[in-house]
């Protein structure tokens, strides 16, 4: 008995398969081949040699483009084999060669609405653009239609396919063509190390810490705001302003301000050199009960470069209803590395050499052409 259900289940499987294949094959799609007989049914009479049925629309996609993700609204055409016909006595390659070109009138119509879609910003602004390519593309064949006599002017039909076939080349396109807009926004988390040298070092050690940041781009220039943030002790005890006493603990905490310019790009890499200003503030841990009132400070110059690495980009066209912006954004690791003094007082001051790692992520408009 388990047998015979097996059985049932494995024939009941297949047959279900075979249908669900066969009920997709209603459908076909300009990229699938030239047309032939086998996509019409021989049921149409009268004086008409027969009709071609399609339907013209668009579907979201998510598609991987070398290392760009792109989302956007994909143009479809495609004949309904179950309802397109034709007249028995018309079923020659005259006619055959009618209809081609009327599927290849809607193939260049298809990229038409193609390119007006990754145009669109709004869901309106794409209705619109569906319905005027709908009406263009009926329209043309109306008239290729009515030259042709409906496939019986074969001299007809050969001037449509040559000029058919130029608008399909001349529009043969996979991704639209994009630039970014010259701002863009970038974000930075990861953590850091940082080797103190001088009396500073002498006394002062810091582990790893977290670094944060916010960069601002204007075309190949950033100006950077970083933080850093990690907790050690006090190897020795310093008793110059401020009295420090070995191992007591303390916080030191980076903020700075950089300009950078972009040195190097490839399509995996960024190098940028960037200078600019960093604060050093060294602060007791403090608690409820004792709140911390121990703080040094100190304002210097900075210098360093950091090197991206780009491991995903994205590309976004679906038009949305609140702003309508395409974006274009890349995450990746970031490496960073710089030198910075810190002047606390003249007999607690060195330079400080800090090295991270992290994820970053860069957003930007982008217009399409």
Known sequence: MQLFNRLFSGVFLVTFIISFSNSQDYRKFWHDGKLEWTDFQPTLAGENASELRYTMGFNPERKVLGDTIVRRLVAYV???????????????????????????????YRRKLQNELDRARTPAEVNDALQMIHQAAESEILRFRNESRGG??????????????LQIE????????????????????????????????NHFSVPLSMVFGFEFFWKKTSFMINGGMGTSCF???YTGKTLWTKGEKATLTTFSFSLGHELFSSPKWRITPFAGLELHEISELGDKDNPADKRMTSWRYNAGVYADYRFWK?????????YGRREFSEMGIRTRFY??????????????SHFSI???MILSGVKVR
């Open 339 to 352: 030198v910075s003094q810190a002047d606390f007082y003249p007999d607690l001051k060195g330079f400080a």
């Open 358 to 360: 992290g994820f970053y």
């Open 235 to 237: 190897k020795e005890t």
């Open 314 to 322: 994205f590309l976004f066209l679906q038009p949305n209803s609140f």
């Open 78 to 108: 495609f004949i309904n084999r179950m309802v397109s016909s034709v007249n028995p006595q018309y079923r020659n390659s005259q006619h055959l060669r009618y209809n081609q070109v009327v599927f290849d009138i809607l193939e260049s």
């Open 152 to 165: 019986h002017n074969l001299q007809a039909t050969e001037m449509w396919e040559s000029v058919v076939a």
């Open 170 to 201: 001349n529009s043969n396109f996979d991704a639209p063509a994009i630039t970014k807009t010259n701002f863009s926004l970038g974000t930075i988390l990861g953590a850091g190390k940082s080797f103190l040298a001088g009396s500073l070092g």
